[in-house]
């Protein structure tokens, strides 16, 4: 269902935020206008205001709210501030709808231990899914643990313990000395924290009900004395994130760390034949963001990750280094020392950085939200649910938290840019919590309704998950970077980086994307291209030289297929001294008729190729240097800078591109020979004094599947 934003709601509350409000201190429910409240909560109590659907009241609401609040407490320290100056958390909770479609009915109203067997006549000792179906239920779903206070809903049991993210995430951001990294590897103390993010819902399950088997029909209150009785399902998944970020000139945030995870599982268990499946599992990480700078050298992508399925011998670790690191690439899950000490100096740094900001009057957000869903139905002889189901339950969260230091200014426009940021993001996490519901449903159904099968079904689940959000938000750009962090394990890339200089865990997402329905890799690859792409930090890239000469050519424009070519090349002028063995290549367009068919040159599927980040090739010099994709990788791109003389400032370059799909412009016209306007835009960063923008945009003559400059 497409969400209606109410735009001036968010731009408001934003606006009187921005201007020094204290927190929200009345929970208010208010209606969307599509179906949803959306639900003001300033203390774990406030969760009493929200409508008491299953795990509403004593799960979803007071785990996310601490859960985020933990956060918050993290970056309070950091920053030696009190308080937040100012901000909200939003609890999204979608109304009942007896009218929507019995199969695929978003929420329900009765607890999980009450709901009534369907069957057709008669009262029936089959009540509810039994006290560990709902525990495993409440456990996949659930943020982080239900703070002490919280109130207790007895036929909506949640178990203890709960998934750990936010005891993870805080051994990934302030490193203890009992928890050092140096140990964050399979077999160590580690484990169980990651084993807690997910996994361990499936041994949960099996203390609850220690009969369980693969050959038995699950029989929590001797069900199977009633021969309609033909076997339940139920599970459920959920995940959520945040970024840490410094308001740019435009209010526009520069994020400098992101975090997430997720994950889920659940039980199906069947009489004839007697069987039952259980399985359960997640993971989760912390990276640094292409906003993060450090001494003009951008780290985006380093970080460390964590994931592991019940079925899972042992917890699979990952180390993500950052494109320009010069290290020989290490298989991304193998122990790895350097990445591990790089990714603490930066944690200091960014440390320093972000107090450094704060107090010279920066304004510093901690933003993020999450979503969960879950539900349990009652199978009939064929194995088919009956419909609707007993239990469908779902909520999405949003919080936004503002840091001012006492020198902070405000600048004009920061309230509405900032306020129209929130507003977009409103329309994602009000929708996630449902999107969670459907991607682990759909992956249930895709791999073979077999929920210990968690190697297949939790890709499949979060690739659908940011491509519902995609899809909702519009553009895959403004989808939040912590989407994109592990809930899965088990991607088996040799190193890190793989094509299209994706990371091996973005890989496995677009592969479980293509086998979707409908496929929706264009999305994925438009929104981890954007995450892996240098942002140029918090100051705007500096004035662009200029370009006095361009040559070009394209070929196989039009034929929809990967056999395209292209090659371009010029020099730019005013560039200034250049250190090329230290530079970071962004390319932002190719081929781009602006006002016409956009980008030109995409991937061989036809997705977003761009933008491309490239860092120069070992055994470039200060004053030449190759920057290209892996050996291998399609399509191939390789970047060619030169630089005869540092003191005249001029830049010479070429770009090569093969195994690309060229579309056909729709803007050639003219005689004798109809042209068209197409730009060329790249970023030098890194060995060159901030961020650098080197555009051109030329007339290119248009042939019948040729396109040339002059």
Not at 176 to 189: M, N
Request: net charge negative; with cysteine.
């Amino acid at each position: 269902m497409r969400r209606v934003v109410k735009w001036w709601l968010v731009i408001l509350s934003l606006v009187v935020s921005a201007n020094g409000a204290a927190l929200a201190a009345d929970p208010v429910c208010v209606p969307m206008g599509d179906g949803t409240l959306r639900c003001t909560i300033a203390r774990v109590s406030d969760c009493n205001a929200i409508r008491d659907y299953p795990y509403a009241r004593n799960l979803f609401c007071p785990a996310a709210f601490s859960a985020a609040r933990e956060m918050v407490s993290l970056l309070e320290q950091t920053l030696g501030a009190p308080a937040p100056t100012s901000g909200f958390f939003y609890y999204y909770q979608t109304l009942a709808d007896p009218q929507h479609a019995a199969d695929d009915r978003a929420q329900t109203t009765i607890a999980c231990l009450d709901t009534p067997a369907p069957y057709p006549a008669g009262r029936s000792v089959v009540v509810g899914a039994g006290t560990p179906l709902c525990h495993l239920a409440a456990y996949v779903t659930s943020p982080g643990p239900v703070p002490a206070g919280s109130v207790t809903r007895p036929r909506n049991p949640v178990p203890t313990p709960l998934r750990a993210y936010p005891t993870y995430f805080s051994k990934l951001y302030s490193p203890a000395a009992s928890f050092p990294l140096t140990k964050f590897r399979s077999g160590s103390i580690f484990d169980p924290i990651v084993e807690g993010l997910g996994a361990g819902g499936h041994d949960g399950f099996v203390e609850d009900y220690p009969q369980f088997s693969p050959i038995r029909t699950y029989d929590p209150a001797s069900w199977r004395l009633d021969a309609r009785y033909q076997g339940i399902s139920g599970g459920g998944g959920g995940g959520w994130g945040g970024e840490i970020a410094v308001l740019g000139p435009h209010a526009s945030p520069s994020t400098l760390l992101s975090f997430g995870g997720g994950g889920g599982g659940g039980m199906t268990s069947t009489r004839r034949p007697a069987s039952s499946v259980l399985g359960a599992g997640g993971g989760g990480g912390m990276q640094f963001a292409n906003g993060y700078v450090f001494q003009n050298k951008h780290y985006t992508g380093l970080g460390l990750g964590a994931g592991v399925g019940s079925a899972e011998a042992k917890v699979q670790y990952s180390y993500n280094d950052y494109p320009a690191s010069g290290r020989p690439p290490l298989p991304v899950h193998q122990y790895n020392p350097a990445v591990i000490a790089e990714y603490q100096t930066q944690l200091v740094n960014l440390t320093r950085q972000l107090k450094s900001r704060y107090s010279s009057g920066k304004t510093i957000v901690l933003m993020g939200g999450g979503g969960m869903g879950a539900g349990t139905e009652y199978l009939m002889e064929n194995g088919q649910e009956f419909v609707p189901p007993a239990m469908s339950t779902q909520a999405g969260f949003q919080f936004s938290y503002v840091f001012h230091a006492p020198a902070f200014v405000e600048e004009p426009g920061v309230p509405s840019a900032f306020g129209t940021l929130a507003a977009e993001q409103q329309a994602l996490y009000e929708a996630l919590g449902d999107d969670y519901r459907i991607a682990n449903r759909q992956a249930y159904e895709a791999c073979g309704r077999d929920y210990s099968n968690f190697t297949c079904m939790c890709p499949r689940a979060h690739a659908t998950v940011i491509c519902l959000v995609g899809q909702q938000i519009g553009d895959p750009k403004k989808i939040p970077g912590w989407l994109q962090q592990r809930h899965c394990s088990d991607d088996a890339a040799a190193t890190a980086q793989v094509a299209n200089g994706l990371t091996s865990y973005q890989q496995l997402l677009l592969d479980a994307a293509r086998d979707a329905t409908p496929p929706c890799t264009g999305v994925l690859m438009d929104y981890f291209t954007g995450l892996n792409s240098p942002a140029g930090g918090v100051s705007e890239p500096r004035p662009g030289p200029a370009v006095s000469t361009l040559v070009g050519k394209a070929e196989k424009v039009g034929s929809g297929l990967a056999t395209g070519k292209a090659r371009l090349s010029g020099t730019a002028t005013e560039v200034g001294a250049v250190d090329l063995r230290q530079v970071t290549v962004t390319l932002h367009d190719l081929l781009n008729e602006e006002g016409g068919a956009g980008e030109l040159a995409t991937g061989r599927d036809g997705g977003g190729l761009l933008p491309l980040s490239l860092p120069a090739a070992r055994g470039s010099k200060p004053d030449e240097a190759v920057f290209e994709t892996p050996t291998g990788a399609q399509p191939k791109v390789r970047v060619e800078l030169k630089q005869r003389d540092p003191d005249d400032g001029e830049l010479e370059f070429s770009i090569t591109l093969e195994g690309v799909v060229i579309r056909s412009p729709v803007s050639c016209h003219g005689a004798p020979e109809p042209s068209t306007l197409l730009a060329t835009t790249f970023t030098l960063s890194g060995g060159v004094e901030g961020p650098t923008e080197i555009g051109v945009e030329r007339p290119w003559r248009c042939r019948s599947d040729e396109l040339r400059a002059p």
